[in-house]
């Protein structure tokens, strides 16, 4: 198998923009895409889910609540029976106080004790009531804000659950909404993916450097079309004694062949192939690339254009690039004459990769 180098640049910027988001729940493009296939589903056991907690929500606050009306009913009904036993008492105490014959040192202690009996049987002929339920008002309180909430449950039962689902669905549909939005992105880790695992077959005397982009500090001037190129990105780079191919990888549907022109993935082919060059004839010509036989010069070290489509492959020949399906790119690298040997191809991967890494 052939010597793999880097991840694929795709996967690596979709893991980024998922963690970007937020999102750390998926570790594959197959949970991504399995996740959009269920997410009517998903929504469906949200909204059943949350139904269930709202009836269990009710039945259970109406356990309470009768639980807690018993337990006050039942308090009520103690305070009431000593409330009663109070006033009898008090009543006893008030008649022997006024029935009681007079005695100038206990006069004024019995003048006040009956003023404050007078005024407690006062309250309790007034306000029994609120005196009856004094020790309990935080407990009456809690009892009336229950049943406010089941009312309130009960009377705006579809908008509570309505409102429940959407503040949970809406994490999906966030989460929905931004792989939609990365599925151009899903799409060309795909396509790279397959492109991968199909170059993965070459011999182990091949190698392949995955996601190659170089930023040049001194922009190379590209004559063909009079501009300058100040970086370059290459989705596979396979070097082998053959010599260098430059992989293009486009994972294209039969309609977004019809939609899209190839004319700007052939021509950013050309222009990341041209750039190499430069790259590699700079390194061999002040010698940090040295390679065991001279090759630059009549033979030179060919870099081959690949414009692989892993999708539908659209009718079509291009000047200086191949374009290719996923059965057909073996066939085509292993085509060519070896010119190199074991030991350029590990010097070119090293170079290539230290260049990258910088």
């Keep these: 198998m052939a010597e793999i180098y880097r991840d694929i ?15 750390n729940d998926f570790h594959s493009v197959k949970e991504l895409n399995s996740f959009i296939s269920e997410y009517p589903n998903e929504i469906n056991k949200i909204e059943l889910e949350q139904k269930r907690n709202l009836d269990d929500e009710i039945i259970e606050k109406n356990n309470k609540l009768s639980e807690e009306t018993e337990n006050y009913t039942k308090k009520l009904a103690e305070r009431n029976e ?59 309180n809690s009892l009336s804000q229950l049943k406010k909430g089941i009312d309130y449950l009960n009377s705006n039962y579809e908008e509570v659950l309505k409102a429940r689902t959407k503040e949970l669905s809406s994490i999906l549909d966030k989460k929905k909404k931004v792989i939609e939005d990365l599925y151009p992105v899903i799409a060309g880790a795909v396509g790279e993916q397959k492109a991968l695992t199909e170059l993965k077959k070459l011999g182990n005397e091949y190698s392949i450097i995955n996601d190659v982009i170089f930023k040049f500090k001194r922009p190379i001037y590209n004559q063909q079309n009079n501009d300058y190129i100040y970086s370059i990105q290459i989705d596979h780079i396979v070097i082998s004694k053959a010599g260098i191919f430059v992989i293009e990888t486009k994972n294209w549907s039969k309609k977004s062949i019809e939609n899209l022109d190839l004319y700007s993935p052939v021509n950013q082919l050309k222009r990341s192939s041209y750039a190499m060059f430069v790259v590699i004839h700079h390194a061999i010509e002040n010698k940090h690339l040295r390679l065991n036989t001279h090759h630059w010069g009549a033979k030179k070290i060919p870099i081959k254009n690949i414009l692989l489509m892993v999708g539908e492959k659209p009718k079509g020949e291009f000047q200086f690039v191949k374009l290719l399906s996923l059965n057909e790119i073996l066939r085509h690298i292993n085509y060519f004459q070896p010119i190199l040997d074991d030991n350029d191809v590990k010097k070119i991967t090293n170079f290539i990769l230290k260049k990258i890494n910088g």
Excluded: C, M, T, W
């Design 9 to 23: 640049g795709p996967l690596k910027e979709l893991k980024n923009q998922l963690i970007k988001n937020n999102i």
């Design 82 to 140: 000593y409330l009663n036993l109070e006033k009898i008492n008090l009543e006893n105490e008030y008649n022997q106080l006024r029935n009681k014959s007079f005695r100038l040192f206990s006069f004024f202690r019995d003048v006040y004790r009956k003023k404050i009996i007078e005024k407690k049987l006062l309250i309790l002929k007034n306000n029994f009531q609120a005196e009856l339920e004094k020790p309990y008002i935080d407990l009456k």
